[in-house]
């Protein structure tokens, strides 16, 4: 899970498919997204790529959601943060477990 500018969805998401992530079963690029406002405020020593250093900042972003294997997991963070315009990146990795059926 990861949040983004909607201006930049499609590089990180084909970053991180690229790299391993969003696959299920037969089925490839699986992601989810929703909108919602991003807030943060820069403090010295930052470089925002959006607004300004100490002022709160609130910016239209994405919430988007894919599925990665855990022996993936590192290479598909390494991609993200690439392609990500954002100086600090904001993401999570949950681990989930497959129940049988």
Request: hydrophobic residues 45%.
């Amino acid at each position: 899970m990861w949040f983004v500018p909607e201006e930049a969805l499609d590089v990180t998401r084909n970053a991180v498919f690229a790299a391993g992530a969003g696959r299920i079963g037969r089925y490839e690029r699986c992601s989810w997204y929703t909108a919602g406002t991003g807030t943060f405020l820069a403090r010295e020593g930052a470089d925002p790529a959006i607004g300004e250093m100490g002022k709160e900042e609130r910016v239209p972003e994405l919430r988007v959601e894919t599925v990665v294997p855990a022996e993936r997991a590192a290479a598909v963070v390494r991609a993200l943060v690439d392609a990500h315009p954002y100086e600090e990146v904001a993401f999570e990795l949950y681990a989930i477990v497959d129940a049988e059926r």
